[in-house]
């Protein structure tokens, strides 16, 4: 496993070591746990994005066609 090395300000570590502490666990465990949740959060796909684009851009695609 690979580690990392972030730096925080002395205010973002103090809050990050309340949040572990009411939840129960260790910073890293909190930090791990919360990039693993942003890491499998739904993407949208492709053809979700293109069919936005495509229908937000109607209008003027009619007139340049």
């Not at 973002?12 to 930090?31: C, F, H, Y």
Request: cysteine-free; charged content about 20%.
């Amino acid at each position: 496993m690979e580690s990392l090395t972030i730096h925080l300000s002395n205010d973002q570590l103090t809050q990050l070591q309340e949040v572990a502490a009411q939840r129960g666990v260790s910073v890293e465990a909190l930090v791990q746990t919360s990039i693993a949740s942003l890491l499998t959060q739904a993407k949208p796909s492709f053809d979700e994005a293109a069919d936005y684009v495509l229908q937000k851009n109607a209008e003027l695609y009619d007139r340049l066609a």
